[in-house]
């Protein structure tokens, strides 16, 4: 988990969707638990009701389940129609992104997409969508996460 | 539960005088059980004077001052035993080893948890045969908070704590404070220059200049409503535009404005953007640059 | 709250061993070299210089020569005990707080959960109590000392002038206390001290005030002539040092550290 303290995204909303995205992507499976919240909060270096405030949130829409007194879980996929559309929510707004960058470059949708093919195909180097965060004042150095299971995908 | 006892910290029009300044000026601070409170300010600004008053070391020239429901002055040792301090720079016996000074402190309080205080020490790598005067200041700061944070105190205060710790330490340190010092009845009240900190670990923020407190917000609303815009306008500006509500400063830039704005984020744009405009673009202001917005408008004004 | 207490004396004790070390060895090597030192008076002054002394002088030295009690108790409490309390009272006394001020470690204490007043009077008594154990060590080592050089003294006798001059040393370290919580610095701390005790010699010369000659009591000369001990002298001195120690304690819980 990385936040960075000056993007003028709130934190809580930039864990939030890290997490979101973990859960969506398959980088956290079903059943998989979730640190504490204090175990987060230490690890990520933020404020536990900020924390505390995600996992709420989360489980509310269903992405995760609290079961007193043993842990927060990924929740089951009873909502799993709901979990590809997550997806497709996302891919469509970083698609729409990336098409609005094209067209200013004087690119079609169609072109744009050939791009992007011809691309992975020359070799799957594709430049990273979030630069990458040098050692500032409002972002910790990032950690390198060897089981991945609370990485961040990107 | 009543209001009183949701407050950990309760001033109420404190000042403080030395040779006729007020280095503090009728301050009415709140700080609420189980929150993360910032205390920013620029230097001098009243942030230890404050402090030294919370912990009875100072005493006011005039106000009340409520610790955890009690007088500082009056409650005597035993409000003191409910609150770890970290100090800035804190001078502490030099001929006491690390382990010798645990041994001196744990006594006074209750509380003390020796199994959290070893842990902490681990954590910092701090070697418990040092003298305290052969440590680094930035281990010193670190000894401090072993000592702040293993009586488990509701209520934890810290005055610039991370000065000379390097980023690596820093984070430990916070990290610490994260993982044990917060909590449904802990409570955390911190001043610190470093504000990128500030800003991921405190609930609410307290901005304090020329020892006055000009703003208390929360940490969100401050990221998300406190901004800034830069625009610029085809020919003058519509009259009575840039008086708009929310809108706390307006400052020229060239051939454009930045437009500070504190709330009614969305009103403010919504009639920027309908007026004739050759750019707009909304800038998020750092917690440094609403401090210096604060500071500095103090200052002209 | 006792082991509080255990922590702060411990504290005070390890700090104050150099102290210990100072005014026991110095009182003990001063008070050993009396009983020797008797010998060479006589051996000292060459035949024919006695005669051409005056008066003044040739009285008491005459008496301290043909009386070894007078002596001893002339050069003790009259000159070397009292002068040495006197300097360790002020040079011991006076960074007692604002030593701790100086160095910034007074924040850090009075910061955890200690009452002022307990912090004080631990520091107060054990600064004494180093002071009375070098006393008695010192005049042990006296009495001891002329024993060995072939002039013995009944020892409870000797020990007789130590409840003025213990008293006394109480008072002095009161007061020395009282500067030491008023100032920031040890220095200034003990000039302000040094300030009072002149004072309070001048009351040596004006009759009315001789009473408060606190020297003068510590010398215990009246105990000397009429060997009884001036309990009423005692009794005043060490409520004169409750008061200026209860008085120190009310300064330091109105200051800011």
Aim: aromatic letters at 6%; hydrophobic letters at 45%.
């Amino acid at each position: 988990m990385h936040v960075n303290a000056s993007s003028g995204v709130p934190i809580y909303l930039q864990l939030k969707n890290q997490l979101r995205r973990a859960i969506v992507g398959g980088v956290l499976q079903v059943g998989d638990r979730l640190p504490t919240v204090r175990d987060l909060a230490a690890e990520a270096v933020v404020n536990p009701n900020t924390v505390a405030r995600v996992y709420r949130e989360l489980e509310a829409e269903g992405l995760l389940e609290t079961q007193r007194g043993v842990g927060t879980f990924v929740a089951e996929g009873k909502e799993a129609g709901r979990r590809p559309s997550e997806r497709d929510r996302l891919l469509a707004a970083a698609a729409a992104r990336f098409l609005a960058e094209a067209a200013q470059l004087g690119l079609s949708a169609r072109q744009a997409a050939d791009y992007l093919l011809e691309r992975i195909a020359a070799g799957g180097i594709v430049e990273p969508a979030e630069p990458v965060e040098p050692v500032v004042p409002g972002g910790w150095p990032r950690e390198d996460e060897p089981d991945g299971t609370t990485g961040d995908p990107n | 539960m009543s209001l009183m006892e949701q407050l950990a910290i309760r001033t109420e029009n404190l000042s403080k005088h030395f040779d006729g300044v007020a280095a503090v000026d009728g301050l009415d601070l709140e700080v609420r059980r189980g929150e993360v409170y910032g205390f920013i300010g620029p230097n001098g600004a009243g942030k230890t004077t404050t402090i030294r008053m919370l912990l009875g070391l100072a005493r006011p020239t005039r106000g009340k001052i409520e610790v955890l429901g009690s007088d500082p002055l009056t409650g005597g040792p035993e409000v003191r035993a409910k609150i770890g301090y970290v100090g800035e720079d804190q001078a502490m016996y030099s001929y006491m080893t690390v382990r010798g000074i645990m041994g001196f402190i744990a006594p006074m309080y209750p509380t003390w948890d020796q199994r959290l205080a070893g842990e902490i020490a681990d954590v910092f790598h701090l070697p418990l045969t040092k003298r305290v005067g052969e440590l680094s200041k930035g281990m010193r700061s670190q000894l401090a908070l072993v000592l702040a944070m293993a009586p488990r105190p509701p209520l934890l205060v810290m005055d610039e704590p991370t000065g000379g710790l390097d980023p690596i330490a820093r984070r430990d340190f916070l990290s610490t404070v994260m993982r044990s010092a917060v909590g449904p009845d802990q409570t955390v009240f911190m001043s610190s220059h470093i504000l990128s900190e500030v800003e991921r670990v405190v609930d609410r923020v307290g901005i304090i200049v020329r020892g006055r407190l000009v703003t208390v917000r929360t940490i969100d609303e401050l990221q998300t409503v406190q901004k800034r815009i830069r625009v610029v306008f085809q020919g003058e500006p519509p009259a009575g535009l840039l008086q708009q509500q929310g809108i706390v400063g307006v400052e020229r830039e060239g051939h454009g404005y930045l437009i500070t704005v504190e709330d009614h984020l969305e009103e403010v744009m919504a009639s920027l953007s309908s007026a004739p405009v050759f750019a707009l673009d909304l800038l998020d202001m750092s917690l440094e640059e609403v401090l210096i917005h604060y500071a500095g408008g103090s200052r002209r004004g | 709250m006792g082991s509080r207490t255990g922590a702060i004396v411990r504290k005070e004790a390890r700090e104050s061993v150099w102290k210990l070390l100072l005014a026991g060895l110095l009182l003990i090597v001063v008070g050993a070299s009396l009983g020797p030192m008797y010998g060479l008076l006589g051996s000292l002054l060459p035949p024919g210089v006695l005669e051409m002394l005056p008066e003044w002088l040739k009285g008491p030295l005459m008496q301290q020569i043909h009386s070894y009690n007078i002596y001893i108790w002339a050069n003790w409490y009259g000159k070397n005990l009292y002068q040495m309390l006197t300097l360790f009272s002020v040079v011991f006394g006076a960074g007692l707080l604002a030593g701790e001020v100086s160095r910034g470690t007074a924040g850090f204490l009075f910061s955890k959960p200690v009452r002022r007043t307990q912090v004080l009077r631990t520091k107060y008594a054990v600064a004494l109590g180093v002071l009375a154990a070098s006393a008695v060590a010192g005049t042990l080592a006296a009495a001891i000392a002329s024993s060995i050089s072939g002039h013995p003294v009944d020892v409870l006798w000797f020990l007789s002038g130590l409840p003025a001059a213990l008293a006394a040393t109480a008072l002095l370290l009161s007061i020395t206390l009282v500067s030491s919580v008023v100032s920031r610095d040890t220095v200034k701390a003990a000039a302000m001290a040094f300030v009072v005790f002149m004072a309070i010699s001048a009351t040596a010369f004006v009759r009315p005030l001789r009473w408060l000659w606190v020297f003068g009591h510590m010398t215990a000369v009246r105990t000397l002539a009429s060997g009884r001990i001036d309990w009423a002298a005692v009794a005043g001195m060490l409520l004169a040092a409750l008061v200026f120690l209860l008085g120190a304690e009310r300064i330091l819980v109105r200051k800011d550290i």
